[in-house]
């Protein structure tokens, strides 16, 4: 297992509400990533960041936000949650340069919004 | 842009028979590929990659897979299957002369039956 740490593992929170998915990795990693995963289903990249101060919109249009003041830390926000927010966040470190863009992932939160 | 296709949603095998998980893949250039498998309810586990070299890649947990560059395939194998072998398979491309971002298949879910 990669040392990469997500919390709260399990969320379910009412409509409205702000939260933070928190995100750390202690490999020293450059790049990190956030996936939504629909349950068995294929991952779809949020957001990205290739260093601190550093961040990307993915392939899928996401209403959260995200910052890296750290480069251990990659935390993302939705200031207004929503039912249509309810899926699985994955969030990945990789190792910026060298032969191949191995990611490592976190255990994931699955966010429920009522 | 890059693409993989998994062309089977599910996989079927008995304990102890061969496994293969199919993956093909559409990029610029020459590949890094990569298998990724997710049980329930965790991220996804790192298997291994082709970088260059050697077509056939050996990764965890007896898993191997054969790059086929004129088929553009890169199927996951292993030669008899466990039944703790069951769970979702995501194969991921990205070209060499970009490598930061991953595209990942639909994913193939596996089950092996005792």
């Known amino acids: 297992e990669a040392d990469i740490y997500q919390t709260p593992r399990y969320l379910v929170i009412g409509t409205g509400k702000k939260i933070t998915l928190e995100c750390s990795q202690t490999?020293?990693?450059?790049?990190m990533y956030w996936y939504q995963q629909d349950p068995g289903m294929e991952l779809h990249l949020i957001h990205y960041?290739?260093?601190?101060?550093?961040?990307e919109k993915g392939d899928l249009s996401s209403e959260s936000t995200v910052s890296r003041i750290r480069t251990e830390h990659f935390p993302l926000t939705l200031e207004s949650a929503r039912p249509s927010h309810t899926s699985q966040y994955l969030c990945?470190?990789?190792?910026?340069?060298?032969?191949?863009?191995?990611?490592?992932f976190g255990p994931g939160t699955r966010l429920t919004v009522l | 842009a890059q693409s993989v296709a998994q062309p089977e949603d599910q996989v079927n095998v008995a304990e102890g028979n061969p496994l293969t998980v199919k993956c093909t893949y559409s990029?610029?250039?020459?590949?890094?590929l990569f298998w990724y498998v997710q049980y329930p309810n965790r991220g996804l586990q790192f298997l291994l990659k082709?970088?260059?070299?050697?077509?056939l890649v050996k990764g965890s947990y007896g898993f191997e897979a054969e790059f086929n560059k004129s088929q553009t395939s890169f199927h996951l194998k292993k030669p008899s299957a466990l039944v703790s072998d069951s769970a979702l398979y995501f194969c991921?491309?990205?070209?060499?002369?970009?490598?930061?971002?991953?595209?990942f298949g639909a994913g193939t879910t596996v089950t092996v039956r005792a």
């Open positions: 991921a491309v990205s070209p060499r002369s970009n490598d930061y971002k991953l595209s």
């Open positions: 990945a470190s990789a190792l910026a340069g060298g032969t191949g863009n191995t990611q490592y």
């Open positions: 990029v610029s250039g020459n590949p890094y």
């Open positions: 490999m020293g990693h450059d790049k």
């Open positions: 082709y970088i260059t070299g050697d077509n």
């Open positions: 960041s290739y260093g601190v101060n550093s961040t």
